[in-house]
């Protein structure tokens, strides 16, 4: 069984869209987040929540809303998909209320706004 | 910002030691080193951690400077598929959680 995965792999879209990545972790850990790899492989935190709470909130624009509905599940929904949003999304979870270091990441969804 | 420098490249031979460098001059006392890598476009993998001395696991070992300035990935016997982008991160506070920021990294690459 993936430890943590995310659907969709692979999303092309047009800008002004709106769409969701899904991300699920059957580790049973407190913390998930979502990060973000551009197209020169800086890989930036975006979001972290505890157990349904955001605790880290990047300065991303409001068009990115993560929503938390159990504590095994993180979803980062895009409003108006702009071409700068094309990338590469990992969602990670960890252990612990403030999270851990130790971070367990899925596969990637690779996002591209045409 | 990633509080850590390091290479922007190095190679291997296989089967040598892998002796990845990495300096944090600016480490606070109770701020930990840890290391991931990152194969092509998979996501990252955690690879150890520490916070003073030493640490070895299955995959690596990690020696800290006595001034935790500095400290070294060893990867004892590189293989091919070792290759990869290597992160060394130092732990950082902020909106009172804690979070892994990433630096540029060290591509690793292991010839044959």
């Known amino acids: 069984d993936t430890a943590v995965s995310q659907t969709p792999k692979y999303l092309v879209t047009q800008m002004g869209n709106d769409k969701s990545i899904k991300c699920e972790q059957n580790l049973g850990h407190d913390t998930m987040y979502w990060y973000k790899q551009d197209s020169k492989k800086f890989l930036k935190i975006m979001f972290s929540y505890n157990n349904k709470e955001l605790i880290i909130n990047e300065t991303v624009p409001n068009r990115f809303s993560p929503k938390s509905p159990d504590k095994a599940h993180l979803n980062l929904h895009i409003n108006s998909l702009e071409l700068g949003d094309s990338a590469v999304y990992f969602c990670?979870?960890?252990?612990?209320?403030?999270?851990?270091?130790?971070?367990?990441f899925g596969e990637g969804s690779r996002l591209t706004v045409l | 910002d990633a509080k850590t420098t390091q290479p922007p490249s190095m190679d291997c031979a296989e089967g040598r030691a892998a002796n990845l460098p990495c300096n944090h001059s600016?480490?606070?006392?109770?701020?930990?080193v840890y290391w991931y890598r990152q194969i092509h476009s998979q996501g990252p993998q955690y690879i150890i951690h520490?916070?003073?001395n030493s640490e070895t696991n299955e995959m690596a070992s990690l020696i800290i400077t006595e001034d935790r300035k500095s400290s070294t990935l060893i990867l004892p016997h590189a293989t091919l598929r070792d290759t990869a982008v290597y992160y060394c991160i130092v732990r950082v506070k902020g909106g009172g959680s804690e979070k892994l920021v990433f630096g540029k990294g060290t591509k690793l690459t292991v010839n044959p």
């Open positions: 600016t480490i606070s006392g109770n701020e930990y």
């Open positions: 520490g916070l003073k």
């Open positions: 990670a979870s960890s252990p612990g209320k403030k999270g851990s270091g130790e971070l367990f």
